[in-house]
């Protein structure tokens, strides 16, 4: 066997997270992990002391590449359709990346935050956050933020599971965001804040 390169904590996390990505969770493990990187399974846990910590590192990874899939989509667009196409973005990260996107919501055994309440968790809640006050014309929307989320989640996992069908959402999901886009304008032009 090749003497491996210097072992980082980015090396086994970019190389737990192509086994995650490929496998889910149960594709991940020490013994696979030690294989793939060329060392003993011993070495992993001089940088991560448990398998709960590598998840709980690629849970704030998800969360960033979701922040950044949804700033990318909505750069140079006005707050509506920037606000549509992070929606876009949102749905297309849950459906093309569906190990990491469950890994956001779902509790590591030992630590009882997701991802989502990491650091990058929380920059990824800002970005919804600033891209739904934009449009609103509330800084700190936080009813629209989370009415939004929610539909969001709602059909990424309905999605998921099949619940749609072959004939998929149709329109559903077009309509159900129009409303709430339309939502979060009208209470900008009337200069309300969300109750």
């Given at each position: 066997m090749p003497y491996p390169t210097k072992l980082t904590p980015a090396t086994i996390e970019n190389a737990a997270w192509q086994l995650f990505q490929q496998g889910g969770p149960d594709a991940l493990s020490m013994r696979p992990l030690a294989d793939v990187l060329g060392v003993r399974p011993g070495s992993l846990y001089r940088h991560f002391d448990s398998r709960d910590a590598l998840l709980g590192a690629l849970a704030a990874r998800a969360a960033h590449e979701l922040q950044l899939e949804l700033q990318t989509a909505a750069e140079d667009h006005l707050p509506r359709n920037a606000?549509?196409?992070?929606?876009?973005?949102?749905?297309?990260?849950a459906r093309s990346n569906p190990h990491a996107y469950a890994?956001?919501?779902?509790?590591a055994e030992a630590d009882p935050q997701?991802?989502?309440?990491?650091?990058?968790?929380?920059?990824l809640?800002?970005?919804?956050?600033?891209?739904?006050?934009?449009?609103?014309g509330h800084p700190d929307d936080t009813d629209h933020a989370v009415a939004l989320w929610t539909f969001l989640h709602g059909a990424a996992s309905l999605e998921r599971a099949g619940i749609y069908g072959p004939s998929g959402p149709r329109?559903?999901?077009?309509?159900?965001?129009?409303?709430?886009?339309?939502?979060m304008q009208e209470?900008?032009?009337?200069?309300?804040p969300p109750s």
């Open positions: 606000l549509q196409a992070a929606a876009g973005a949102y749905l297309h990260y890994l956001l919501l779902v509790p997701p991802g989502l309440k990491t650091t990058a968790g929380k920059a809640w800002n970005t919804l956050l600033r891209l739904v006050g934009d449009l609103s329109g559903g999901i077009d309509l159900g965001l129009a409303a709430l886009l339309d939502h209470a900008g032009a009337g200069g309300n």
